[in-house]
């Protein structure tokens, strides 16, 4: 079994940096690949990015490239979003994920095993 809290989350402008982190129960952390999704009020819940069990690979979605950065501590059974220039369009409530599938790049909710709680974010414009 594994759980999830996340935190980090708050209300920032537009433009502004975020950081979010998800703590990991389970001494088995280092063996799970980890992701973060994201959903808007009336919308389906997103997948933002994953991290692969070790750390050394990451994928994000085409609309987090190069503003958002994954990233973990398996010492310390933490996964950490880096987010960076906001935009109104990024607010949403962030859940970290993990699963244990062949190949990290997962990106479908069903593929995710365990799920945390959630931590809202909101940009204002």
């Known amino acids: 079994q594994v759980q999830l809290v996340e935190s980090g989350g708050g209300l920032v402008q537009a433009g502004d940096s975020l950081r979010l982190s998800c703590a990991a129960s389970g001494r088995t952390f280092s063996s799970y690949h980890m992701g973060w999704f994201r959903q808007a009020p009336g919308k389906e819940r997103e997948f933002v990015a994953v991290?692969?069990?070790?750390?050394?690979?990451?994928y994000y979605a085409d609309s987090v490239k190069g503003r958002f950065t994954i990233s973990r501590d398996n010492a310390r059974n933490m996964v950490y979003l880096q987010m960076n220039s906001l935009k109104p369009e990024d607010t949403a409530v962030y859940y970290c994920?993990?699963?244990?599938?062949?190949?990290?790049?997962?990106?479908?909710?069903?593929?995710?095993?365990?799920w945390g709680q959630g931590t809202q974010v909101t940009v204002s414009s």
């Open positions: 991290i692969n069990a070790n750390g050394g690979s990451t």
């Open positions: 994920a993990a699963h244990f599938k062949f190949g990290y790049r997962r990106t479908d909710t069903r593929e995710y095993d365990y």
